[in-house]
């Protein structure tokens, strides 16, 4: 079984600071993706970055990048310079990638907020 | 190339009723996957299909259910509504593994 967990239920940043959103991971497959999702107030969840378990770099997606420590079983969302427009709910998620399993299973979520 | 659409965006019923939500995936993309999300429970995987085949299906009762036509459009349907089953309903579609894009959801509301 695959898990989750997203230790920070709020986090609040100084508009063009950097954050660190954590993210930690359980799961006894080998091949497996991370995903980061952004939920704002509309409800929409817009997809911000993917990390492979076999990808030997970390994802970098503009302001963007995931730190993937994959010893810890750990994959930290990086926002740098953040903006207003970042506030909002940020998932963490997970899928098994050796086969035909789409399934995502998400932790339970971030909220974070911008101050001007 | 246009998005997931899902329709209707919002939806009043109750209790006892039965609701139909739809889900028109990105162009090319073949499977489509359903999502549950409220506040007690966070975001729970419903079910997925492929090639108008059910491919996943999540820990939820019968009375949830779903289909997959030719033209990759999905549906989802909840058959004797409970007010547990208010909720956003979110619907996604990948053409590959490493990626799922989802539509805007549904917000259903079961009084």
């Known amino acids: 079984a695959q898990k989750i967990t997203q230790t920070q239920p709020g986090m609040f940043v100084q508009e063009k600071e950097a954050v660190t959103l954590d993210c930690t991971y359980d799961?006894?497959?080998?091949?497996?993706?991370l995903f980061w999702y952004k939920q704002p107030s509309s409800g929409e969840m817009i997809f911000l970055i993917y990390?492979?378990?076999?990808?030997?770099q970390n994802a970098t997606e503009g302001r963007y990048s995931l730190n993937f420590q994959k010893a810890r079983k750990s994959a930290n969302l990086v926002i740098s310079a953040s903006q207003l427009g970042d506030s909002a709910m940020y998932f963490c998620?997970?899928?098994?990638?050796?086969?035909?399993?789409?399934?995502?299973?998400f932790g339970k979520g971030t909220l974070l907020t911008v101050n001007p | 190339k246009a998005g997931v659409t899902q329709t209707p965006r919002y939806l009043i019923k109750t209790r006892g009723q039965q609701v139909t939500l739809s889900c028109s995936p990105i162009?090319?993309?073949?499977?489509v996957s359903w999502y549950q999300q409220t506040p007690g429970q966070g975001l729970q995987f419903l079910f997925e299909y492929f090639s108008e085949t059910q491919r996943n299906k999540g820990n939820f009762p019968g009375r949830f259910s779903g289909r997959q036509f030719s033209n990759s459009r999905s549906e989802m349907n909840v058959s004797t509504l409970e007010l547990g089953d208010s909720a956003l309903y979110l619907c996604?579609?990948?053409?590959?593994?490493?990626?799922?894009?989802f539509g805007p959801g549904t917000r259903l509301t079961v009084l």
């Open positions: 162009s090319g993309h073949r499977s």
């Open positions: 998620a997970m899928r098994y990638s050796g086969g035909s399993n789409y399934k995502l299973t």
């Open positions: 996604a579609s990948s053409y590959r593994s490493n990626e799922q894009f």
């Open positions: 990390q492979g378990s076999y990808d030997e």
């Open positions: 799961t006894s497959d080998q091949s497996y993706g």
